[in-house]
Structures are given as C-alpha cells and as structure tokens.
C-alpha cells in the first residue's frame, strides 16, 4: 500500500532542495580560484538560465500560495457552516 502524498511533504522536500542548492554556490565559490578561464566562462554561462529558473520557481510558489490561500479560505468556510446551523429569520407579519 502506497503512502499518501501530502503538499506539505513536497514543500519540506524542496526546502531541503533549496538548501541543497545554496550548498553548491558555496562549492563554487571554494574552487573558483582554481579553475581556468574556459571552465569560469562555463560556469558564468550558467548564471542565466539558473536566475530563469529561480523567477519561475518564485513564480510557481506565489501561484500555490494564492491558491492554497484560497483552499484555506474554503476550508475555513466549510468548517464554519458545519459548526454553526443556518437560523430562520422571523419575519414580521402583516397586519
């Protein structure tokens, strides 16, 4: 039986990712003293596409944040009308 997946679980995960990450920009920065022009032009080349990246993955997060807002939002909403039955209005009576 498999696990079920959770959106919490794959933010942790990519928080981990993201450190990860950072981790590698400290590497590079350990070796770049050491490497040659071609290998600097290299990695300078890659700056670019990773600064892409790194918008659209804002991007991406912003969007979840809205919509998991928006979910809450619903949650709350539902949890609400459970908790707290609809009243009748009495209305006045004509005379």
């Known amino acids: 039986m498999s696990r079920r997946q959770y959106c919490a679980d794959n933010l942790f995960l ?21 490497e040659d022009k071609p290998m600097v032009k290299l ?26 807002k928006n979910k809450l939002a619903q949650l709350g909403g539902q949890k609400t009308s459970k908790a707290e039955p609809k009243r009748r209005v009495a209305r006045p009576t004509s005379a």
Do not use: F, Q, W
């Open 14 to 34: 990519l928080g981990e990712m993201l450190d990860m990450a950072a981790g590698y920009i400290s590497l590079c920065d350990e070796v770049l003293n050491e």
């Open 43 to 68: 990695a300078y080349d890659h700056i670019h596409p990773l600064k892409k990246r790194t918008v659209k993955l804002l991007k991406e997060l912003e969007e979840l944040e809205h919509r998991l």
